[in-house]
């Protein structure tokens, strides 16, 4: 049987436990989940591309129930030209508020126009993570307020370094 890929996309800047609770359920729906890190200058990440990446596969390789094989990795092109060329068959999205709506309605079909055959998915996010992003972790520890609940003590000791 062909083995069935999904890609989740994001800039990571940094992986926060609500990346990681999609993630998680993103692992039951196919055989191989690739996180795909943007290199996204536009939006001048605190961290670097390869640091993105290490902190993601730090947080994936401890996390405890996953269901599929995941890989971590960069990319700096298209996303549905990335996912053609990993043979994806869905790009796995969050939903968070309803305005995540549009700019998500957006793209999918922007996404959709440039290949037909990758379907994006929806996963909503749970209540618990519904309004976490990274630039508010980044902006709360910068500030000194405490971001344990948010990210894993990995990412933690790496916000507090880069403050
Ligand atoms: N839990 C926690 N935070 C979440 C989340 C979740 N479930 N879902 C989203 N977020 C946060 C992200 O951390 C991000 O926070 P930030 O803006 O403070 O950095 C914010 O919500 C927006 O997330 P998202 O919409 O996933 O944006 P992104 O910047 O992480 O990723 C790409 C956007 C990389 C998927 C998109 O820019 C892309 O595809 N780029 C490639 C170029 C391309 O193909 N462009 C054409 C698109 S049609």
Redesign the pocket.
């Known amino acids: 049987m062909t083995k069935r890929i999904g890609i989740y996309?994001?800039?990571?800047?940094p992986?926060?436990?609500?990346?990681?609770?999609?993630i998680r359920r993103a692992s039951k729906l196919v055989d191989h989940l690739i996180v795909?890190v943007?290199v996204?200058a536009?939006?001048n990440?605190r961290f670097s591309a390869e640091e993105r990446v290490e902190m993601a596969e730090t947080d994936i390789a401890n996390m405890p129930d996953k269901h599929c094989e995941i890989t971590v990795e960069g990319?700096d092109?298209?996303?549905?030209?990335?996912a053609a060329e990993k043979n994806a068959s869905c790009?796995i999205?969050?939903?968070?508020a309803v305005s995540?709506f549009e700019?998500?309605f957006?793209?999918?079909?922007?996404?959709a126009k440039?290949n037909k055959s990758i379907e994006t998915v929806f996963?909503m996010?749970s209540d618990e993570?519904q309004f976490?992003?990274?630039?508010?972790?980044?902006e709360i520890c910068a500030l000194g307020g405490d971001v344990s609940e948010?990210v894993t003590p990995s990412v933690l000791t790496k916000l507090k370094n880069a403050a």
């Open positions: 996309p994001g800039t990571f800047d992986i926060t436990k609500g990346h990681l609770h999609i795909g943007a996204n536009g939006k990440p990319f092109h298209l996303l549905i030209h990335y790009i999205r969050g939903l968070r995540d700019y998500e957006q793209m999918t079909g922007m996404n440039l996963l996010a993570w976490i992003s990274s630039s508010f972790v980044k948010f």
